[in-house]
């Protein structure tokens, strides 16, 4: 399926733009994917080889971008399991002042971002990077206190909340500062998971005072460099879309679910205000007839090349219980 990458034809998209064919976006694919495309084992260490072998396998799949971490900042907890799947209420690291003031935050300036340089190395003539951070302003709030602990201090503790939330903003802002001018970079992820299938994890008012407003500087810092920003959130973010679209100037949404509204609906409403990438559901593509997993790619493909702003692509990623099978139904229909 390899062809040859044009990042330009994802960053009209991202911008809301009709691309000169059909374009694909993914945020990850798996390992079993990366080293088949590629035919190259990975080590698994976040290593310069590793990020050449996740470069080669989006463009053998027919991506025209690849994302990546830019480095190896991060919010480091408690938390002693590596499972896929947790609670959020694992490992509370900041649970009051004392803690807090004993938490070592890491520099994201200091972390160094060679991964880019490996990464531009590997890139194939006409393709790029999208960075991202490792989780959001709210994902780490909630990874370092708990979520029932941050819910909790948002009401006892309200200045210690928003401590932590503005020692996460402001590095993440620096953490972007220093990644997004990268010559080999076109635009930027912000991933920050917000809500529950119902609704936003914390109130919208909540949300508007210790959320959005850092969503609204990292994106600022975003487009300083003449790069535009793509929030990946999953969740049902039907009360604060306005402040997506209006307020923090996303120039693009990911992640959709079909129990929460389908990308089909979502797209009719909101295509001429934000772009859309991805949507094909994930449960849909591990569980339907490949007939009906092209079709349905198909459709939405044909309805984004007529309205602009679309990027084929699952709800989320491609974790590894996603059939290979099912995963290549869905983009071989911008092949055709």
């Known amino acids: 399926m390899r062809r040859q990458?044009?990042?330009?034809?994802?960053?009209?998209?991202?911008?809301?733009?009709?691309?000169?064919?059909?374009?694909?976006?993914?945020?990850?694919?798996?390992?079993?994917?990366?080293?088949?495309?590629?035919?190259?084992?990975?080590?698994?260490?976040?290593?310069?080889?590793?990020?050449?072998?996740?470069?080669?396998?989006?463009?053998?799949?027919?991506?025209?971008h690849v994302t990546l971490h830019a480095s190896r900042f991060g919010f480091p907890t408690n938390k002693k399991t590596s499972q896929k799947s947790h609670s959020l209420n694992d490992s509370s690291t900041i649970y009051d002042w004392e803690s807090y003031e004993r938490y070592e935050w890491q520099d994201p300036n200091a972390c160094g971002y060679d991964l880019l340089d490996a990464a531009e190395a590997a890139l194939p003539e006409g393709m790029g990077i999208i960075v991202y951070s490792p989780g959001g302003v709210l994902?780490?709030?909630?990874?370092?206190?708990?979520?029932?602990?941050?819910?909790?201090?948002?009401?006892?503790?309200?200045?210690?909340?928003?401590?932590?939330?503005?020692?996460?903003?402001?590095?993440?802002?620096?953490?972007?500062?220093?990644?997004?001018?990268?010559?080999?970079?076109?635009a930027a992820i912000v991933n920050d998971d917000w809500g529950f299938n119902t609704q936003t994890m914390l109130t919208t008012e909540q949300m508007r005072r210790y959320v959005i407003p850092w969503h609204k500087r990292i994106v600022e810092v975003i487009h300083k460099t003449g790069k535009p920003a793509v929030l990946h959130s999953c969740g049902n973010l039907a009360n604060v879309m306005?402040?997506?679209?209006?307020?923090?100037?996303?120039?693009?949404?990911?992640?959709?679910?079909?129990?929460?509204?389908?990308?089909?609906?979502?797209?009719e409403l909101y295509k001429d205000r934000i772009a859309h990438l991805g949507g094909i559901d994930v449960d849909f593509v591990c569980r339907a007839p490949l007939d009906e997993v092209k079709d349905r790619s198909r459709a939405m493909l044909k309805a984004g090349m007529a309205g602009g702003g679309y990027a084929l692509g699952t709800g989320n990623s491609v974790p590894h219980y996603v059939p290979d099978e099912g995963y290549f139904a869905m983009t071989s229909v911008a092949f055709e």
């Open 139 to 186: 994902e780490n709030a909630i990874n370092l206190a708990g979520f029932d602990n941050l819910c909790y201090m948002i009401f006892d503790e309200p200045k210690l909340a928003e401590r932590i939330f503005s020692e996460v903003g402001e590095r993440l802002c620096e953490y972007y500062r220093r990644s997004v001018p990268h010559k080999a970079v076109f």
């Open 242 to 267: 306005e402040d997506i679209i209006e307020v923090i100037g996303f120039q693009a949404k990911h992640s959709f679910e079909d129990v929460i509204m389908p990308i089909e609906r979502h797209y």
């Open 5 to 64: 990458p044009n990042y330009k034809n994802l960053l009209d998209v991202i911008n809301n733009k009709r691309p000169e064919r059909p374009t694909l976006f993914e945020f990850f694919l798996n390992s079993r994917l990366y080293e088949g495309l590629t035919g190259q084992k990975m080590a698994h260490d976040g290593s310069p080889g590793d990020t050449a072998i996740v470069v080669k396998a989006f463009a053998e799949a027919g991506y025209d």
